[in-house]
């Protein structure tokens, strides 16, 4: 069965619709003793910043219903590092490596572009508008679609050719109102959601239990959010998008191109089990196969209402 599938025609090529989500498969490399990471569709990194980053206080990890809370803080060692120590390691000739930025001002994702775009490795990137932004207290880029489109024009001036993915957040009135923003900006494609903000206490010690007190709900428990975002999304903009959100099989994978979604990307399941990544692309076809799905071009979008 053809699974290929075109982001960016000639660019951003999948051999199938499954990529890794930031944060969840470190670069990659993490990965290999479970499987074959040049058989994804693409790795999407961990998040990089402009330096190194210590990343949120201890634990950073609690669980929740069909989902787990996390606030990593976007700990790691910049994305200098990334280019000399890990890029070269990963096999980034067989299989699209897609770094998540992130930054608090707009001239840092200029600049952290400007150095990721210029690697060959490099296949795309895709920008974390989840981010807060330091010029407005407490505000993230994506919640307001002035701000979203500032850091996607930004980190399209300096991506050279490389396609730049806009990452959108659920937590915000109108979604649809930013991704018009973010296509407009120049965006290539769009990938939603990014975790949903939520808090988890502990009665007995009467303190909130992460140590960051607040954190990012994912997994299973996010999927509805997640399949309603891409839905609304999908048919209000031209370019393709990558749903993200609770994926655990291939099923889930269905569901998202159902509602209109080019490819997705699997986050937390891959904690639970790193196979599980593998597994889902292994068993596509035959799932697809069960639901009488003979061409995925075709299946895309296809949800009758
Ligand atoms: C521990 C952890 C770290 C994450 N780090 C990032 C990040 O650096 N940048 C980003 O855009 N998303 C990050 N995400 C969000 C995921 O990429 C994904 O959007 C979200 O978890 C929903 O997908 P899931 O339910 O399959 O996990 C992170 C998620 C988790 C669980």
């Given at each position: 069965m053809d699974l290929r599938v075109s982001l960016v025609e000639g660019i951003l090529e999948l051999k199938n619709p499954i990529l890794s989500a930031a944060g969840s498969f470190g670069s990659g490399l993490e990965y290999q003793p479970y499987g074959d990471i040049t058989q994804l569709g693409?790795?999407?990194?961990?998040?990089?910043?402009?330096?190194?980053?210590?990343?949120?206080?201890?634990?950073?990890?609690?669980?929740?219903?069909a989902g787990l809370l996390s606030s990593v803080g976007t700990q790691n060692d910049g994305a200098e590092y990334f280019i000399r120590e890990v890029l070269p390691r990963l096999p980034w000739q067989s299989v699209p490596i897609i770094p998540n930025?992130?930054?608090?001002?707009?001239?840092?994702?200029?600049?952290?572009?400007?150095?990721?775009?210029?690697?060959?490795?490099?296949?795309?990137?895709?920008?974390?508008?989840?981010?807060?932004?330091?010029?407005?207290?407490?505000?993230?880029?994506?919640?307001?679609?002035?701000?979203?489109?500032?850091?996607?024009?930004?980190?399209?001036?300096?991506?050279?050719?490389?396609?730049?993915?806009?990452k959108l957040s659920p937590e915000i009135m109108d979604i649809v109102e930013v991704a018009r923003a973010v296509e407009a900006a120049g965006a290539d494609a769009i990938s939603c959601i990014g975790k949903v903000q939520g808090l988890a206490v502990d009665v007995r010690g009467r303190r909130p239990v992460l140590g960051n007190v607040t954190g990012g709900l994912s997994g299973p428990a996010v999927k509805p959010i997640a399949l309603r975002c891409v839905w609304q999304i999908a048919q209000v903009v031209k370019i393709p998008v990558i749903g993200v959100g609770g994926i655990t099989c291939a099923r889930d994978v269905l569901e998202f191109l159902l509602v209109g979604a080019h490819a997705v990307s699997v986050g937390s399941a891959s904690f639970s089990d790193p196979e599980t990544i593998f597994r889902i692309v292994q068993e596509l076809p035959a799932v697809c196969e069960e639901y009488g799905i003979e061409d995925i071009k075709a299946f895309r979008g296809s949800l009758q209402i």
């Open positions: 693409g790795i999407i990194t961990n998040g990089l910043s402009l330096y190194p980053c210590a990343g949120s206080p201890l634990p950073r990890i609690a669980a929740a219903p930025i992130n930054a608090g001002r707009v001239e840092e994702f200029s600049e952290l572009a400007g150095l990721l775009a210029a690697e060959e490795g490099v296949t795309a990137l895709e920008v974390n508008l989840s981010c807060h932004n330091s010029n407005r207290a407490g505000q993230r880029f994506c919640q307001n679609p002035v701000t979203a489109a500032r850091a996607i024009n930004a980190v399209k001036r300096f991506a050279g050719n490389k396609p730049v993915i806009a």
